[in-house]
């Protein structure tokens, strides 16, 4: 295409812009702050005044928020059109917030010192609601409270502008020109709103001193979103203006004559209302004016490129030039803007800089720099993989053709990986408990594990019910029963008479560790205080997976009448494991030993859950199988670092990072089930099948067999005992298989298209 040809193009370069000046301004006067060149002794430039004002950039997502999110309903109410559908802008909105802030909370909670959050407090930042105690309003992540009042603007938006709806068709509003002067009106209320609350809030606070500590009340309300209506108000004009056939023409004079009010608007609010260098502190007329000034600074800035928007097409060079540079910077900007802060404080405290005295320049290179690397990698991690879920069916279609069990032997090729990665991190045992030789993070298969089992159960369940209308839970419960049973039992056995006959073991001991095997409950006694032996301690996951099970199984017979509605059910399951996650960080938080947390029900039942989630979402069809296979090889990467460096203790692990690694491994499970993916084709290898299908068994009799080996030949060095215990492992866990399993299971347990 030349130079000269034109397209037409829903971008605007000017508007991604201004999403990285807003980003950049944030984190420029954060640092500024830290670094404490906003004090005269630091820098004695005026330039030191605008710094801590360059938090401006929040009022231009403000009102970039009013422009982009309210114009589908302001377009709606003037045509006369019904408005957006409520529930998938809301999902929208959500996946666009909530994501990615939560990857960045929780690796903020587990980076830092600090003490963790409590139950309440914790809920309250995840769900962006903290803001509104004023004790809790400045969170983990300080610049979050600016999510907290976005949240708050897109829950008024159907609301208010439904209820106008309704108003106009009640009131016969049907002119074009008439619902444009309701919508107006409307738009003026939010200002009244915004002032009233601002002077409401003035009047019953006081002025916070910033040298006294304690909680600033007045700054907190003012995070609110009444607070902040006027200038989500300033964006929706823009939008109405925009529906209009009075846009102005974008020339170079005006875009000049705004960024000029803009710059003199900022420059006003830096040094004319003698503001401390603080972001807080405020007196009653300086909180208005700098509101107003920033108001008028963020509104001057985004009109330029917001009218730039009404133009039928853009040149192609102009085009390629700026929209791709824009569009780069503005998809990373939401994760600079998270990021910048957790990556500022490791910064200051990894140099060893201190209090207000660190240097500008280079701090903020490295800050910036180093966020800008996290934005693009929690992107393509995180955001971009679920964007394709923002188009999801909120009930499925009565055509759409539903998958069931079939065959696909990839995943027990993935469970053979995750054996073997139990059998390296238990090399442990082998050497006298140092991990130097180990897998250190290869007890992480057992999530793996988890995952598949949910998956597997799940897809069993669902497809029973596609072929009956419902779940005979007993016979499910049965079925399991027969898996799981004879080949627990028959090691039990054998364990027992190796353990009195020839090692001389304490029987009382024994046969507690019988009883609680069989009664699948043996992960529970670390809880209680009781540490099993060594031999034994692996049957916890066991037990877990079998109380798992029952829960599997419930949750899909309550589910069973409602399969129509998978995406509602799928939130339903995600909310259940956010809220395992967050209650596994409140009991960090009381100081619960990590040790038993590791094992207990309530703290590990997110991963077969996730399993559970994707077997809904396999069967529905409502990830792409381009999505799936990409997904898979992230996941597969982010199992694979963690098995290779997770510790079995690791702070982060407990605040989020199971959850984290359980959505991994559903992501690689929904890729091994796609014929021809990379996960497919690995699951696939023969041998990695063969140790798959021996898995339960070499589970079962690996731990015993390295601790039998290191009693034997105390003295041998790894190197023996690994010759020794590895293939006797693998030995027993075939015989196992052979003996105990083959003839009750007949064939392995796969999951394929019907």
Known sequence: MSAGVTRVTTRAPGLDVLRVLGAAGVLVTHVAFVSGVVNESRFSSPLRHVLPRLDVGVSIFFVLSGLLVSRPFVDAVVAGRPLPPIRPYLWRRALRIYPLYWVILFVTLAASGAPLPGAFELLSDVLLLHVYVPSNAIGPITQSWSLATE???YLLLPVCFGALARVCEWRGVETASARRRAVALVLVGWVVVAFA??????????????????????????????????????GAGLALWLQSSRVPRVTRALRAACYSIAAAALWVASVALDLPPVFTGFDGAQTFARHGLFVLCAATLVAPSAFATAATSVRASETRRWWRLAETGALGSYGIYLWHQ????????????????????????????????????????????T??????????????????????????GLRGLSILAVLGTHVVFLDSGD????????????????????????????????????????????RRGKRLVPPLAGFLVIHLIVALAVLGDAPREQLLQVALGMGFVGNWQLAAGHQPPYDMVHLWSLALEGQLYVLCGLAVWWARRRLDRTPVLLAAVG?????????????????????ALYERTDARADAMLVGLGTALLWRSRLVGSRAARVAGVWGASGIGLAWIGAEAEARWLFLGGFTGISIAAGAVVLAAVED???????????????????????????????????????????????????????????????????????????????
Do not use: Q
């Open 151 to 153: 949240v708050g603007f």
């Open 197 to 234: 609350f601002r002077l409401v809030v003035v009047a019953a606070t006081t002025t916070f001193d910033f040298t006294s500590g304690g909680v600033d009340t007045r700054g907190a309300i003012l995070t609110w979103t009444p607070n902040h209506l006027d200038e989500f108000a300033v």
């Open 342 to 385: 957790l990556v500022m404080t490791r910064w200051m405290g990894e140099r060893g800089y201190r209090d207000f005295l660190a240097p500008f320049i280079p701090s903020l290179v490295a800050v910036a720099g180093i966020s800008a690397l996290l934005a693009a990698v929690s992107y393509w991690g995180v955001e971009r993989p």
């Open 387 to 412: 964007r394709p879920l923002a188009a999801v069916r909120w009930r499925l279609d009565a055509d759409v053709e539903v998958r069931s069990l079939g065959v696909a032997a990839s995943l027990d």
């Open 435 to 478: 991990p130097t030789w180990s897998l250190r993070g290869g007890f992480l298969g057992v999530d793996v594990f988890l995952v598949l089992s949910g998956f597997l159960i799940g897809a069993t369940l669902l497809r029973e019910v596609d072929a009956t209308g419902g779940v005979r839970l007993g016979l499910f419960l049965s």
């Open 575 to 595: 909310a259940a494991v956010m809220a395992i996650a967050c209650w596994r960080v409140v009991e960090v938080a009381r100081g619960a030993s990590l040790v």
């Open 676 to 754: 021809g993916s990379v996960i497919a084709r690995i699951g696939g290898l023969r041998p990695l099948r063969w140790v798959g299908r021996i898995s339960y068994s070499l589970y079962l009799w690996h731990l015993p067999v390295y601790i039998w080996t290191v009693r034997a030949l105390p003295d041998a060095p790894l190197v023996a005992k690994l010759v020794i215990a590895v293939p006797a492992s693998i030995l027993a866990g075939w015989a196992g298989y052979r003996a105990f399993e083959r003839w009750i299971v007949g064939r392995p347990r796969t999951i394929g298209p019907a």
